[in-house]
């Protein structure tokens, strides 16, 4: 059975200098200011939802090819972690952590002559993990695809004596076509090139196991797949093949195809969004990420 306490609900905050706004590709999803941030997490939590994941809306001007705003002492997105975590200590925050909201590039390591450096991205991956924890988040998500940045991050959040700080790692993350609308929410695509050369090639799926067993080897918690609905085949291999928790991102495109559905008329919307994250959740997935997780919340109460 699938119970919201299952879930993940994803949150964009703004700007201070921004208005809430809906983003047009996911309707009914808004980056919002950080008071209607905290009246969000407190209706959710009457909900049975109790876990976040935030991620930043970052202005084009504060953005840089290194993403040094990522770890600057005055980010808005840190000290919304914060406020967040004063008003309900009992929710549980989950990261991100990848250069792309910061970067000038919008790619998720540090570009220089059109290449990514793997190695030189893992140090800004630190210092952003470190500030994060800093600030209060219980789970770091690095989703940026990085080789060895399970290991890196592990290392530096011991050594800061942030032990207790867990790492959901982007373990199977696809170059996938259903990334658009969440990347409409952020302004985060990459200015030149895709993302092809460090995320997975959606046709090898043994990539993804030996991922796994080297995410798992360097430090993670949570193992993830990343997108859901296309790769029901990979949450199950993965949960067939560790013993850590799998987690599945349901993606803003997954959301989109189905919102659309639904505002046509094609489908019924109560009866398919639960099905769907219940086909996740069947395959293999202990969490799942999911625009749909207040929704769901709420369909759940109404029925219990």
Same mark, same amino acid.
């Given at each position: 059975?699938?119970?919201?306490?299952?879930?993940?609900?994803?949150?964009?905050?703004?700007?201070? /200098?921004?208005?809430?706004?809906?983003?047009?590709? #996911?309707?009914?999803?808004?980056?919002?200011?950080?008071?209607?941030?905290?009246?969000?997490?407190?209706?959710? /939590?009457?909900?049975?939802?109790?876990?976040?994941?935030?991620?930043?809306?970052?202005?084009?001007?504060? +953005?840089?090819?290194?993403?040094?705003?990522?770890?600057?002492?005055?980010?808005?997105?840190?000290?919304?972690?914060?406020?967040?975590?004063?008003?309900?200590?009992?929710?549980?925050?989950?990261?991100?952590?990848?250069?792309?909201?910061?970067? %000038?590039?919008?790619?998720?390591?540090?570009?220089?002559?059109? $290449?990514?450096?793997?190695?030189?991205?893992?140090?800004? #991956?630190? +210092?952003?993990?470190?500030?994060?924890?800093?600030?209060?988040?219980?789970?770091?998500? =690095?989703?940026?695809?990085?080789?060895?940045?399970?290991?890196?991050?592990? $290392?530096?959040?011991?050594?800061?004596?942030?032990?207790?700080? /867990?790492?959901?790692?982007?373990?199977?993350?696809?170059?996938?076509?259903?990334?658009?609308?969440?990347?409409?929410?952020?302004? /985060?695509? =990459?200015?030149?090139?895709?993302?092809?050369?460090?995320?997975?090639?959606?046709?090898?799926?043994?990539?993804?196991?030996?991922?796994?067993?080297?995410?798992?080897? $360097?430090?993670?918690?949570?193992?993830?797949?990343? =997108?859901?609905?296309?790769?029901?085949?990979?949450?199950?291999?993965?949960? $067939?093949?560790?013993?850590?928790?799998?987690?599945?991102?349901?993606?803003?495109?997954?959301?989109?195809?189905?919102?659309?559905?639904?505002?046509?008329?094609?489908?019924?919307?109560?009866?398919?969004?639960?099905?769907?994250?219940?086909?996740? +959740?069947?395959?293999?997935?202990?969490?799942?990420?999911?625009?749909?997780?207040? %929704?769901?919340?709420?369909?759940?109460?109404?029925?219990?």
């Amino acid at each position: 059975m699938l119970r919201p306490s299952d879930l993940i609900y994803p949150i964009f905050i703004n700007h201070p /200098s921004a208005e809430r706004s809906e983003i047009s590709s #996911l309707p009914g999803v808004y980056r919002l200011g950080l008071e209607d941030v905290y009246k969000e997490i407190e209706e959710c /939590s009457n909900l049975g939802l109790h876990t976040f994941v935030l991620f930043p809306v970052v202005p084009e001007n504060l +953005k840089d090819k290194t993403a040094t705003y990522g770890y600057s002492d005055d980010n808005f997105y840190l000290k919304a972690i914060e406020g967040i975590k004063q008003q309900f200590p009992g929710a549980v925050l989950m990261s991100d952590v990848a250069m792309d909201p910061y970067s %000038s590039d919008g790619h998720d390591g540090l570009v220089k002559d059109g $290449e990514i450096l793997n190695d030189e991205t893992l140090e800004i #991956l630190g +210092k952003m993990s470190v500030a994060q924890a800093q600030a209060g988040i219980d789970i770091i998500g =690095p989703s940026d695809m990085m080789d060895g940045r399970v290991r890196y991050i592990r $290392e530096v959040l011991d050594q800061t004596n942030y032990d207790h700080v /867990s790492i959901m790692s982007y373990t199977a993350k696809y170059a996938s076509a259903f990334y658009g609308p969440f990347r409409d929410a952020l302004d /985060s695509a =990459p200015k030149a090139g895709d993302k092809k050369t460090y995320q997975m090639n959606p046709a090898n799926k043994m990539e993804a196991l030996r991922e796994s067993k080297l995410d798992e080897s $360097e430090g993670a918690d949570f193992l993830m797949v990343k =997108p859901a609905l296309n790769y029901l085949d990979v949450i199950h291999l993965l949960k $067939e093949n560790s013993h850590l928790p799998i987690a599945a991102y349901n993606v803003s495109g997954e959301y989109a195809m189905l919102m659309a559905a639904v505002e046509k008329g094609w489908l019924d919307y109560d009866q398919a969004m639960p099905e769907m994250l219940l086909s996740i +959740k069947r395959a293999g997935a202990d969490i799942i990420l999911t625009y749909f997780a207040r %929704s769901f919340a709420e369909l759940y109460r109404e029925s219990h």
